[in-house]
């Protein structure tokens, strides 16, 4: 393995004893740093903005966890309501008063009539999917490329990120016949969706889509491009499924429904929900037209369930922080958005790097190559080698971006001045480190 300037002892024999353990020494693959090589920081605590790793050093967080931690990291309203939580015992597996509050909380920022609680977003697509094919006793899904809906075996195909990073279009382990019935297109492409509903409409349950994609580096959905989705989904008699589960309660207080289908006027039959809504534990939602909800177990036939479902510490924790995500933290969200896209076109302009920066609401991500990026074939001439340049040069000034291309960029509201500043320092010197990584291209 090579060995980067920003590897750090304590980390890299953590890593070490970790991968005799655990497969590639972490539990999700895109924490292993294998798209931009070195070392993973092992992190040992966190607080607003920032990360403290293994070796002592403070890092500007970036990621949030992939985006669960839209008020910042161990804010302490929200620690507050889980440590009264805990206190009062961790699971039931009954009914609890703090699931009823998150799900009507849920119903009242989005156009979902019902929600189901489940523990991860992988679920919550499972189970959408599952739902979507009972309801219309239907088999074939469409999805785009690029768009990541977790590790369901019928949605992995060509899904984003992950993958991406790795550079494989699927994976083994899913068999032939769980794909045979997923259709996968590029994303915002009408003409595409228009054929494969003509020639498979009366075969097609769903249609899943992430809302805005945000895992193949952030797309935006072009003008009535979801609009058009829920169109021919409901001239097929298929279900329209829009997955939140990034972008929901974080692209805006509704989510990104709430930067289209609000403004447009439409609604998806189905939508799914993690990350911001679990506040950093395990919790995830399905949710949808009463009429579709209704057909799941107990008062219909589709059956799920789950032992530690609607997490009375988990749903706490994302009720508290539902609770205080306000217009006033979207706002916040905003304004640092724009002033690190500023900064970083700016550092990038300068050092002569190819770039686009595109943004759904307030998240963005930034492709080291042209634009417009409007799907997966256009992300995927993004410059890895430089983007890894980039990383290490930030990571070594103190800021802890995603470690991959493909991802978007997290900020919260803890994001303060002192914050933003470690970053605006640290742009032109890895903006430079990314010049170079370009030019050493063959
Ligand atoms: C849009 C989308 N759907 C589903 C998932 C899966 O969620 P989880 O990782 O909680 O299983 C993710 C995770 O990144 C996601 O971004």
Redesign the pocket.
């Known amino acids: 393995m090579t060995v980067r300037p920003s590897d750090q002892p304590a980390s890299q024999a953590l890593f070490e004893r970790a991968r005799s353990v655990i497969p590639g020494g972490v539990s ?1 693959p895109v924490r292993a740093f294998n798209a931009v090589g070195g070392t993973p920081r092992f992190i040992r605590s966190a607080s607003g903005a920032w990360l403290t790793d293994a070796d002592g050093n403070e890092l500007v967080d970036l990621v949030g966890s ?2 669960p931690m839209l008020l910042g990291h161990a804010h302490p309203e929200v620690q507050a309501a889980v440590q009264a939580a805990v206190a009062r015992g961790t699971s039931y597996g009954a009914p609890t008063e703090p699931e009823l509050a998150l799900g009507e909380e849920i119903v009242a920022r989005t156009p979902v009539e019902r929600v189901r609680f489940v523990s ?6 499972m189970s959408a999917l599952r739902l979507a094919r009972g309801f219309t006793g239907r088999e074939v899904v469409v999805k785009f490329a690029g ?5 369901v075996d019928a949605l992995l195909a060509s899904a984003g ?2 993958l991406a990073t790795f550079a494989v279009p699927g994976t083994p382990g899913v068999p032939a016949s769980s794909t045979a019935l997923t259709l996968v297109l590029p994303y915002n492409d009408r003409a595409a969706v228009t054929a494969a509903f003509a020639e498979h409409g009366d075969r097609i349950a769903c249609l899943f889509t ?1 809302a805005a ?3 193949m580096g952030v797309v935006p959905p072009e003008p009535g491009f979801n609009a058009f989705l829920a169109e021919t989904c409901r001239a097929h008699g298929a279900l329209f499924v829009s ?5 929901g309660f974080r692209a805006s207080r509704q989510g990104y429904w709430g930067i289209d289908g609000a403004v447009e006027g439409w609604v998806p039959d189905l939508m ?1 929900f ?2 911001v809504m679990g506040g950093g534990f ?1 919790a ?1 939602a399905f949710g949808g037209r009463a009429d579709v909800m209704s057909m799941l177990a107990p008062e219909g036939p589709v059956y799920q369930a789950g032992t530690l479902s609607g997490n009375p510490v988990a749903t706490t924790a994302g009720l508290a922080t539902l609770q205080r995500a306000t217009d006033e933290v979207y706002a916040h969200l905003d304004a640092v958005g724009t002033t690190l896209k500023d900064a970083v076109t700016t550092a990038l302009t300068a050092a002569g790097v190819t770039h686009t920066i595109q943004s759904a609401g307030t998240m963005f991500s930034v492709f080291l190559c042209d634009g417009p990026v409007r799907d997966f074939a256009a992300a995927s001439r993004t410059d890895s080698a430089a983007y890894a340049a980039f990383f290490h040069a930030m990571l070594d000034a103190g800021v802890y971006l995603p470690p991959s291309a493909y991802e978007a960029w997290f900020v919260s509201a803890a994001h303060d001045d002192r914050a933003v500043q470690v970053i605006l320092d640290a742009l032109p010197g890895a903006a430079t480190a990314a010049a170079r990584a370009q030019t050493q291209e063959p």
């Open positions: 999700s992939w985006g991860s977003g992988t679920e919550a697509t768009c990541y809906h977790g590790h990120s992950g992430e994609p945000g895992n997955d939140e589960v990034m972008t799914t993690g990350k395990p995830a």
